[in-house]
């Protein structure tokens, strides 16, 4: 195998990698991405709403509670053939648009490092953020979010944080395997 040289580069101290922004202090969203959003007009068809949830989901690791955030957005979506863009809908966009000049840089982090897991769950949404413990402070290392749907709408507070805590394990499992997590609720758990 051969390996082209032009295709390469060594020894920088930071660049994109994978659609984000990564350096010695951590990892940022990619700038083309935000502005992507934030350059959109208010969507009027389906596939505009379709557009914007996607340019969402590449930027969900930044994004705290985003499935709040675009929940709005969904239920759009799930009334296609009455399809209307709502007062509220454009509220969502505005917001989201405010808040997405904003977005944390996630922490970079050691081996072995101990992290905490804070869950939140609502009505509709469950989402937690996995932060760094130090004493520095607690920095953001990666947000997750789902929105309820079917029986998970049924489910009692103490089941959606549990739902929360499994979908966090399951997407952040390099981070279970590597460092001792310590999970962080509002909700009394017994």
Same mark, same amino acid.
């Given at each position: 195998?051969?390996?082209?040289?032009?295709?390469?580069?060594?020894?920088?101290?930071?660049?994109?990698?994978?659609?984000?922004?990564?350096?010695?202090?951590?990892?940022?969203?990619?700038?083309?991405?935000? =502005?992507?959003?934030?350059?959109?007009?208010?969507?009027?068809?389906?596939?505009?709403?379709?557009?914007?949830?996607?340019?969402?989901?590449?930027?969900?690791?930044?994004?705290?509670?985003?499935?709040?955030?675009?929940?709005?957005?969904?239920?759009?979506? =799930?009334?296609?053939?009455?399809?209307?863009?709502?007062?509220?809908?454009?509220?969502?966009?505005?917001?989201?648009?405010?808040?997405?000049?904003?977005?944390?840089?996630?922490?970079?982090?050691?081996?072995?490092?101990?992290?905490?897991?804070?869950?939140?769950?609502?009505?509709?949404?469950?989402?937690?953020?996995?932060?760094?413990?130090?004493?520095?402070?607690?920095?953001?290392?990666?947000?997750?979010?789902?929105?309820?749907?079917?029986?998970?709408?049924?489910?009692?507070?103490?089941?959606?944080?549990?739902?929360?805590?499994?979908?966090?394990?399951? =997407?952040?499992?390099?981070?279970?395997?590597?460092?001792?997590? =310590?999970?962080?609720?509002?909700?009394?758990?017994?």
């Amino acid at each position: 195998m051969r390996l082209n040289p032009a295709k390469y580069t060594f020894g920088i101290t930071s660049g994109k990698f994978l659609g984000f922004i990564v350096h010695q202090r951590g990892i940022d969203a990619n700038p083309d991405k935000i =502005k992507a959003i934030q350059e959109m007009q208010p969507p009027r068809t389906i596939k505009e709403v379709q557009q914007l949830t996607g340019r969402l989901a590449a930027l969900s690791r930044f994004i705290s509670r985003v499935g709040d955030k675009s929940s709005t957005f969904f239920r759009a979506l =799930k009334s296609a053939k009455n399809f209307r863009w709502t007062p509220e809908c454009e509220e969502a966009f505005r917001q989201l648009k405010s808040h997405i000049e904003n977005l944390p840089q996630l922490a970079s982090i050691k081996d072995g490092e101990p992290l905490g897991l804070y869950l939140a769950a609502t009505d509709l949404v469950v989402s937690s953020v996995l932060v760094t413990l130090d004493n520095a402070g607690e920095k953001p290392i990666y947000y997750t979010s789902h929105v309820l749907a079917g029986p998970e709408l049924r489910y009692s507070p103490i089941e959606r944080i549990a739902l929360a805590l499994i979908l966090a394990s399951r =997407k952040l499992r390099p981070y279970f395997q590597t460092h001792p997590i =310590k999970m962080i609720t509002d909700q009394p758990l017994h």
